[in-house]
């Protein structure tokens, strides 16, 4: 860094300071360090889709639970209390009885660890809590195929639907495609001259 660039960076410290928007890095709350990850990183580095999902479960499932603390305060302790409510009997949010899903545990647990290793990386904590937290597991439904018969009675039952829901529905059955790729399918991915379907 040159002369000039340090006496800007200092100018635009000292406008920081007198203005109030400095926050010391020992005492800023989960809530504003999120911000700035958000602008700082995941606006560059995370793809849109992902993000949304992130700022989803951030805003929902997180900052309600770490959004008040100072980075530094957040313990592991806390990971694993707010980890394990997560999976208690009434932790869904969607109105429907139940727990959340180990997937959605797991999810919830690579964004809150996502966040404080940036924290970690950029020296404002000086170490991720959520590391010494292990991961929560997954467990994996047994899925249940249809038979032979089950599907040769679907086509007959399909014959007198309509076509988006033939051609939905056969997608499904024939490629094992899950209905957010078959949704998203669209002409440019169809190559009718060598029978094939990009996804």
């Known amino acids: 860094m040159t002369k000039r660039e340090a006496e800007k960076e200092l100018a635009k410290f000292v406008v920081e300071v ?5 926050i010391d890095p020992a005492k800023m709350t989960f809530e504003a360090f999120v911000e700035e990850w958000y602008t700082k990183y995941a606006k560059k580095e995370i793809s849109p889709r992902t993000l949304d999902i992130y ?5 929902n499932r997180i900052l309600p639970v770490f959004g008040h603390m100072r980075l530094d305060q957040i313990k592991p302790f806390h990971i694993v209390k707010f980890l394990s409510e997560l999976s208690d009997e009434g ?3 969607d ?3 139940g727990r959340l899903s180990s997937g959605t545990v797991h999810y919830l647990y690579r964004v809150l660890n996502n966040v404080l290793s940036r924290a970690e990386e950029w020296k ?4 991720n809590p959520a590391s010494d937290v292990k991961k929560p597991k997954v467990t994996y439904k047994e899925v249940e195929v249809y038979t032979e018969e089950e599907v040769a009675a679907l086509f007959k039952a399909l014959e007198n639907e309509p076509i988006h829901w033939r051609m939905m529905i056969t997608l499904a059955i024939t490629t094992g ?5 078959i949704v998203g399918l669209e002409w440019k991915h169809i190559d009718l001259d060598n029978g094939t379907l990009e996804v």
């Open 124 to 127: 404002i904590i000086k170490k």
């Open 91 to 93: 932790s869904r949010h």
């Open 55 to 59: 700022m989803r479960f951030i805003k």
């Open 177 to 181: 495609l899950r209905r957010g790729e």
């Open 95 to 97: 109105g429907k009885h």
């Open 18 to 22: 007198e203005s109030g928007e400095y």
